[in-house]
DNA sequence: CGATTCTTTGAAAACAGTCAATCTGTGTGG
DNA sequence: CCACACAGATTGACTGTTTTCAAAGAATCG
């Protein structure tokens, strides 16, 4: 929970007695490698924080090829909001690559903590505006820079994720096969 | 002011008297063929909705090359989301593609009349909601389909940008050369 | 250690990009 | 009304990049 406390602290104003009461309305969710958080056809019920761990988040296409959306570790947030604001079964899952533990609120519980703690309100918007510009650029980048710039980009934007992920997962956010990217890093290793 | 009126209505339930009062804030822009509603460098400090006309949202690479990131017509907001945020001058260009009419709504007028009007401050978080989840889902796309897929997904869920905008600026919003669009359509025409 | 997962490599095929030329339609000015 | 200019679309030949398939090597989890 320290983790959480840290992040928090440093976001937004919020008292300890805000904080106890965030604390008491959250539950703790361990993963083991390779266990999944959330299964396409499930449905996301819950603000998740990861306090400790790596995992990503993919979605299966029709030929049945997985493509990682996005990853997590420490101090970042998962789960799927288009499933989360529809109530709807989500087309993504969530897989643990690390041993995980994950910090959840329950939605109507994170809705009451928010009319409770504006602060709270605040950091949540922020967050949803900040992966909108985020999602935008990464069109953006994904549709001008050859293969090469876009992993030497993952790496500078991502240090942490280009470290612990492995290698065929990269290539699978970045969109191209693990072929592709093994023969980009050799290429840039030989400079 | 008709096609807002009509478009809120179907959205929101929203008073004549908060319609008026809606109206009264906003002021209306009209843009020739070519001209720019925003342009990179610039702070973008509104909230746009389209009342007529065909608009494109552009962001220019280090190569000088343009791409299309998003394509605006009758009923559509645009803007940058990013710049108006975060109030720093802006990537993105956008730019009228047929003759077009703008109301606009100034940022701090807005913001009274969503804090005056809840159910206009709703219809704005769910349209960024759906803003996120739509630039998140077309990563997806981007990552898994061919051009030929992206393609027909476009002319499927945009038939009204395909009819209206130039080939040319297609291939660079599905980040295809002109040429290749142009072969693909030949190709699927032959079919 | 043993099994599984991950990464690398090679060769061929598929795909998309580049360059350059041509074609088409639209609108403007003479 | 015609001729011209211009923006947009198409085509061909060529080049370059990425994928695919198949196999083997390296690293890591339990």
Redesign the pocket.
């Known amino acids: 929970m320290d983790v959480f406390r840290n992040y928090i602290n440093e976001k937004v104003a919020v008292s300890e007695t805000e904080l106890d009461r965030i604390k008491t309305l959250s539950s703790a969710v361990t993963l ?3 266990e999944h958080l959330l299964k396409e056809g499930e449905t996301w019920k819950y603000r998740a924080f990861v306090n400790k761990g790596l995992l990503r988040t993919y979605r299966t296409d029709e030929n049945g090829q997985e493509h990682t959306i996005s990853f997590a570790v420490e101090n970042w947030w998962v789960g799927d909001g288009e499933s989360y604001i529809s109530e709807k079964p989500t087309v993504y899952n969530i897989e643990a ?3 995980s533990e994950i910090i959840c609120w329950k939605k109507q519980d994170f809705n009451m903590l928010m009319d409770e703690i504006p602060a709270l309100k605040e950091m949540s918007e922020l967050l949803m505006s900040r992966s909108l510009i985020a999602s935008q650029n990464r069109i953006f980048l994904s549709n001008s820079q ?3 710039d876009k992993y030497n980009n993952f790496i500078s934007a991502f240090p942490e994720f280009a470290k612990r ?7 699978s956010y970045l ?12 290429q840039f ?1 030989q400079k």
């Open positions: 083991r490698r390779k690559l690390d041993p050859t293969a090469e992920a492995p290698l065929h997962l990269v290539a969109g191209v096969t693990r072929e592709t990217l093994s023969r980009i890093r050799r290793a």
